[in-house]
């Protein structure tokens, strides 16, 4: 069964860091896209970051560029999303999903062409 797995979520304060996972089981990641969405409490769910299948192209929202950074490490099967310089206004449930083998995404941040979802990680930012 395919599937994904998200870790790394916890409490930071403000302007600390955090790096969340996301590990495959039941298929090899290398030849899929990978993002990470976000979803707070009563908004809408946001996409944050993508890395893309063959070229490894990399896509960041607005609010998080310059302070998150998508990679993948093949050999652990697993992406990771390191978030720096959290913000309050950063908290939320994060998603890893993937649309799967080699689909090209035509819009990496928009959650619909996603088929396989995580069951999220908790991001909370307070002092």
């Known amino acids: 069964q395919e599937q994904l797995v998200e870790s790394g979520g916890g409490l930071v304060q403000p302007g600390g860091s955090l790096r969340l996972s996301c590990a495959a089981s039941?298929?090899?990641?290398?030849?899929?896209?990978i993002g990470w969405f976000r979803q707070a409490p009563g908004k809408k769910r946001e996409g944050v970051s993508c890395?893309?299948?063959?070229?490894?192209?990399?896509y960041y929202a607005d609010s998080v560029k310059g302070r998150f950074t998508i990679s993948r490490d093949n050999a652990q099967n697993t992406v990771y999303l390191q978030m720096n310089s959290l913000k309050p206004e950063d908290p939320a449930v994060y998603y890893c999903?993937?649309?799967?083998?080699?689909?090209?995404?035509?819009?990496?941040?928009?959650?619909?062409?996603?088929?396989?979802w995580g069951q999220g990680t908790q991001v909370t930012v307070s002092l």
């Open positions: 890395i893309a299948v063959m070229d490894n192209s990399t």
């Open positions: 999903a993937t649309a799967g083998p080699s689909h090209w995404l035509t819009m990496p941040l928009e959650g619909y062409e996603y088929s396989i």
């Open positions: 039941g298929f090899s990641l290398d030849v899929y896209s």
